[in-house]
């Protein structure tokens, strides 16, 4: 989704104990097991991207659910899985 000049990349699209079906755009082998914003944020920092978040929004899918909480604006023209798969890459490498 492009959303205000970048790419809108929920917490849900690299969450391993979210299924496909919910809203997971990576495979397991490349998702991230309840990633946090924070993560999410530490990882776009080292990657070099400017962003905006919104941690008070929810997931529409998964509205109820507070692991679909928070998302950020990625100001860039990249395809979203290959953010999101650099982004779930860093936090892995974060996390050790």
């Known amino acids: 989704m492009k959303k205000r000049g970048g790419r809108t990349l929920w917490l849900v699209y690299i969450d391993l104990s979210v299924p496909r079906s919910r809203g997971r755009i990576l ?6 097991n309840k990633p946090t914003l924070q993560e999410m944020v530490k990882a776009l920092e080292a990657l070099g991207y400017k962003y905006e978040v919104y941690p008070n929004k929810k997931y ?31 936090i892995k490498q974060i996390r050790g």
């Open 27 to 32: 495979p397991r082998s490349h998702a991230v």
């Open 60 to 90: 529409p899918p998964l509205w109820y659910d507070d692991r679909a909480q928070g998302y950020v604006v990625v100001k860039t023209d990249e395809k979203m899985r290959i953010i999101a798969a650099k982004v779930a890459e860093k």
